[in-house]
C-alpha cells in the first residue's frame, strides 16, 4: 500500500521538537543524545536562571576549575543550529509542565536536586545551622543564595557529612586568600572569608573511615593546602573485622584509609595556620544556643552489622563541640514540579529507566526524567552522561514508534505567546554576553571571571540578546 508507506516515511523524516527542563550536565547530556542521535530532532531548552550549566557553575567548587572545563563541551552542544536555549523561565511556575506537552513531541525534566536533606535533631533550624547547599551556593556566586549571611567569628566551625561537598566546605572555609584569589570565588565571599576567625575546622562523619564517601583525590588534597594542618585521631583509625574486610574489597576506601593513616603521622607545624579535624561515629543530636548556634552535640556510636551494610549503634557516650557555624552536608534533595508524580521519600520524580510514571504504574506519554531528580545525588559530573544516555534512548524509540503529528506549528504558538508575555528571556547569545563579561571582569583580577551574582545584572549585560519577537530560538 503505497499510501501507508509514504506516511510511514513522512513520520520518519518528521522534526521532532522536543523540551528539556534544566541546564546542567543531564540536560545538555540528554541534547547532545538527541541531536547526534541521527533523527531529526529539534531541542529547546529551558532553566530558570539567566545563565546555563547548572551544578557546573554553582556546584563545582570555585577552586576545582579543570572540573568546570567541562562547559566547553557544552557550548559546542548549543552551537548545533538546531538547539535553543531559553533562560529566566521558571517551568512550574511561570510555564507549567503540560504546557511543554501540548507543544512537544517530548519534555526531558532534568532540574537535578536543589534541596538539601534535614538532620532532624532539635535546634537545627538556629541561627548558624546552614546547609552546604546555601554556603556553596553563597560562595559560587548562585543569585538565591548572594545574601545569605554566615558567622565566621568563632574560631571553630563544624561540617557534618562525609563526603566530597563536605571536604569542598572545609577546603574554601580552611584556604588562605592568596590561594583563593586565583579561583573563580565570588569577591563578596572573598571578602568574608578573608575576615574570617576561623582556625580549626571539625569534619564529622556518622560511620568510620571506611565508610567515608570522600574520593581520593579530593581528600588527598586536603593535605597539600598552603596553610592548613589535616588532623586524625589514630585510635579513630582502628578497624573492626567487617571494615577491613571492606578494605579488602574496595581499592577506593585502601586508598582513603592510607591517606588518612597519613594525616595521622603528620608533625604540626607552626607555619600551618588553620587545622583539619577529622571526626568519625559521631552522631548529631542536637544543636544548642540561645539566639545563636552555641555548640553541637553528639552521641559516639558503634560499627555493628554486615560487610558492606554496617551502621552505627549509640553507645551512650557523648560529645559537644562548641561553634557559632554548623554547615549540614549529609545530602541534597530533588524539588517536586507542579502536575509531575514525585515521590517524597526518595525525593526523586517517579520514573522506569526515564520514563515518567503516573500512580496507576502506566508511563506518562512524552514525559521524562534524567540527571539527580531520577535518580538521586549521585555520581560526578560524568556520570550524568550515561543516564542521560539511558533516558534518550527510550525518547527515541517512542518518537520512532509512535504515530505523531508535525508540533511545529504547536510549538511556534507556544514560543509566540511566551515573548508575548513580556518576559525577559535569554538566548545562547545572551548567556555569551554574560559570560564574555564576566571573564573580562576575571582577567581584571587575575580570576579565571568573577561571576554576576544578581539576576539583574545578568539581564542587563545580556540586554542586547533579549529574546523578542521574530528572534529565532
Known amino acids: 500500500m503505497p499510501g501507508a508507506r509514504d506516511s510511514k516515511s513522512a513520520e520518519l523524516f518528521m522534526v521532532f521538537n522536543v523540551a528539556i527542563v534544566g541546564s546542567g550536565p543531564a540536560g545538555f547530556y540528554a541534547a547532545e543524545a538527541l541531536l547526534c542521535s541521527g533523527i531529526p530532532v529539534r531541542v529547546d531548552m529551558f532553566d530558570r536562571l539567566p545563565v546555563p550549566f547548572g551544578l557546573v557553575r554553582y556546584g563545582v567548587a570555585p577552586d576545582h576549575q579543570k572540573l568546570k572545563a567541562v562547559t566547553a563541551v557544552f557550548e559546542r552542544i548549543a552551537d548545533n543550529p538546531h538547539f535553543s536555549f531559553v533562560g529566566n523561565l521558571d517551568i512550574g511556575r511561570e510555564v507549567q509542565v503540560s504546557q511543554l506537552q501540548a507543544a512537544y513531541h517530548g519534555v526531558v525534566l532534568a532540574t537535578g536536586a536543589i534541596g538539601d536533606r534535614s538532620l532532624d535533631i532539635a535546634g537545627e533550624d538556629l541561627p548558624g545551622s546552614v546547609s552546604a547547599t546555601e554556603l556553596v551556593g553563597w560562595y559560587n556566586g548562585h543569585p538565591d543564595f548572594r545574601d545569605k549571611s554566615f558567622d565566621f567569628s568563632h574560631p571553630t566551625a563544624v561540617v557534618i557529612g562525609n563526603g566530597n561537598v563536605a571536604l569542598d566546605v572545609c577546603r574554601i572555609l580552611s584556604k588562605s586568600v592568596d590561594e583563593l584569589r586565583r579561583s573563580d570565588i565570588c569577591e563578596h565571599a572573598l571578602d568574608e572569608l578573608a575576615a574570617s576567625n576561623i582556625t580549626d575546622v571539625v569534619l564529622i562523619g556518622r560511620r568510620g573511615p571506611v565508610q567515608a564517601k570522600f574520593t581520593a583525590k579530593e581528600l588527598r588534597e586536603l593535605g597539600e593546602l598552603d596553610e592548613v594542618q589535616p588532623v586524625v585521631d589514630p585510635a579513630e583509625l582502628q578497624l573492626d573485622p567487617a571494615s577491613i574486610d571492606e578494605i579488602q574489597r574496595s581499592a577506593a576506601a585502601a586508598r582513603n584509609l592510607e591517606i588518612l593513616r597519613g594525616f595521622a603521622h603528620r608533625l604540626e607545624t607552626a607555619t600551618k595556620r588553620r587545622r583539619i579535624h577529622f571526626r568519625f561515629l559521631l552522631a548529631p543530636y542536637s544543636i544548642e544556643g540561645t539566639r545563636t548556634v552555641e555548640q553541637v552535640n553528639f552521641e559516639r556510636l558503634r560499627l555493628s552489622g554486615q560487610t558492606g551494610n554496617q551502621g552505627g549503634t549509640p553507645?551512650?557516650?557523648?560529645?559537644?563541640?562548641?561553634?557559632?557555624?554548623?554547615?549540614?552536608?549529609?545530602?541534597?534533595?530533588?524539588?517536586?514540579?507542579?502536575?509531575?508524580?514525585?515521590?517524597?521519600?526518595?525525593?526523586?520524580?517517579?520514573?522506569?529507566?526515564?520514563?515518567?510514571?503516573?500512580?496507576?504504574?502506566?508511563?506518562?506519554?512524552?514525559?521524562?526524567?534524567?540527571?539527580?531528580?531520577?535518580?538521586?545525588?549521585?555520581?560526578?559530573?560524568?556520570?550524568?552522561?550515561?543516564?542521560?544516555?539511558?533516558?534518550?534512548?527510550l525518547v527515541l524509540?517512542?518518537?520512532?514508534?509512535?504515530?505523531?503529528?508535525?508540533?511545529?506549528?504547536?510549538?511556534?504558538?507556544?514560543?509566540?505567546?511566551?515573548?508575548?508575555?513580556?518576559?525577559?528571556?535569554?538566548?545562547?547569545?545572551?548567556?555569551?554576553?554574560?559570560?564574555?563579561?564576566?571573564?573580562?571582569?576575571?582577567?581584571?583580577?587575575?580570576?579565571?571571571?568573577?561571576?554576576?551574582?544578581?539576576v539583574s545584572a545578568m539581564l542587563k549585560a545580556s540586554e542586547r540578546a533579549l529574546i523578542r519577537s521574530g528572534s529565532d530560538i
Open 315 to 393: 553507645s551512650g557516650q557523648y560529645v559537644s563541640i562548641p561553634t557559632n557555624l554548623v554547615v549540614r552536608s549529609v545530602g541534597y534533595r530533588g524539588i517536586s514540579i507542579p502536575g509531575v508524580p514525585f515521590d517524597e521519600r526518595s525525593a526523586t520524580i517517579v520514573q522506569q529507566k526515564g520514563r515518567v510514571i503516573d500512580r496507576d504504574g502506566n508511563a506518562v506519554r512524552g514525559l521524562y526524567v534524567a540527571g539527580w531528580i531520577k535518580r538521586g545525588p549521585n555520581g560526578i559530573v560524568g556520570t550524568n552522561r550515561a543516564c542521560a544516555i539511558e533516558t534518550i534512548e
Open 397 to 454: 524509540a517512542d518518537l520512532i514508534a509512535t504515530s505523531f503529528e508535525s508540533s511545529d506549528l504547536r510549538r511556534e504558538l507556544f514560543l509566540a505567546t511566551l515573548r508575548g508575555r513580556s518576559l525577559k528571556l535569554i538566548d545562547f547569545q545572551g548567556w555569551r554576553r554574560i559570560d564574555a563579561l564576566e571573564r573580562a571582569d576575571g582577567a581584571a583580577k587575575a580570576k579565571p571571571r568573577e561571576k554576576l551574582t544578581r
